[in-house]
């Protein structure tokens, strides 16, 4: 009996020592703000195998209007630099991406149109790509595959306002090697989009999203490219 309560006793020192530790190794690192004098929202983030970090989102200027807003801070909270786009109109953007070489793509809404932007590491821009759908379109999410390649998706609409499910293959150069469409049943709802996309090892594409169906209810996709 009494060697029962002593093992007893012995395994919860055991968890209290190491529930100690555990709690230990929780400490904060670092906070950084961004505040632009008016309403700034962030919407994506990655971060680099050496602890570099990058987001994006969008950032109110003159209190009505919207830019893209991309941000590098190092591994110590160090601020490195900044990046912004403004458009025509409302701008705003929804993922972002690193390519295997340490470039950064930005992926969004920009005049009422799909956009995306390369940087380099060091913050200069390579190059940007704006869609030309005829009823507009937009990006949700965005994937590299190591340095060749990102892929885009979102949504788009024609001139017959039918809203398709779309992605986008980009080269390291920013030329559109391809688009694909999907809308099962030509329904104009803006409920036709994929709303995440992701690579395999071999560069092949998967998309997910939603499809309208003509009962009047939802359908989840999942198409690989």
Not at 42 to 51: D, E, L, R
Not at 64 to 86: A, E, I, V
Not at 135 to 147: F, L, N
Request: with cysteine.
């Amino acid at each position: 009996m009494v060697f029962k309560f002593m093992k007893k006793i012995f395994i919860l020192v055991l968890f209290i020592i190491s529930l100690a530790k555990t709690n230990a190794q929780v400490n904060l690192e670092w906070t950084r703000v961004y505040d632009n004098g008016f309403k700034d929202v962030a919407m994506g983030m990655v971060v680099t195998k050496n602890g570099d970090i990058y987001t994006t989102g969008e950032s109110f200027f003159l209190v009505r209007y919207k830019d893209w807003l991309t941000l590098k801070y190092n591994s110590s909270g160090t601020f490195q630099w900044s990046q912004r786009f403004d458009g025509l109109s409302d701008d705003t953007p929804q993922a972002i991406a690193l390519d295997s070489a340490g470039n950064i793509y930005v992926t969004g809404m920009g005049d009422n149109q799909m956009m995306t932007i390369k940087y380099t590491s060091s913050g200069n821009r390579v190059w940007i790509d704006q869609g030309a759908f005829p009823g507009g379109s937009g990006a949700s999410a965005i994937s590299a595959y190591k340095s060749e390649c990102v892929f885009v998706a979102g949504w788009s609409k024609d001139t017959g306002q039918y809203c398709y499910s779309t992605i986008v293959k980009y080269d390291s150069s920013g030329l559109r090697r391809w688009t694909q469409r999907y809308n099962e049943e030509l329904s104009p709802y803006y409920i036709n989009q994929f709303s995440a996309v992701s690579t395999d090892e071999l560069g092949n594409s998967y998309a997910i999203g939603t499809s309208y169906h003509s009962d009047l209810y939802e359908e989840f996709i999942t198409r690989k490219y």
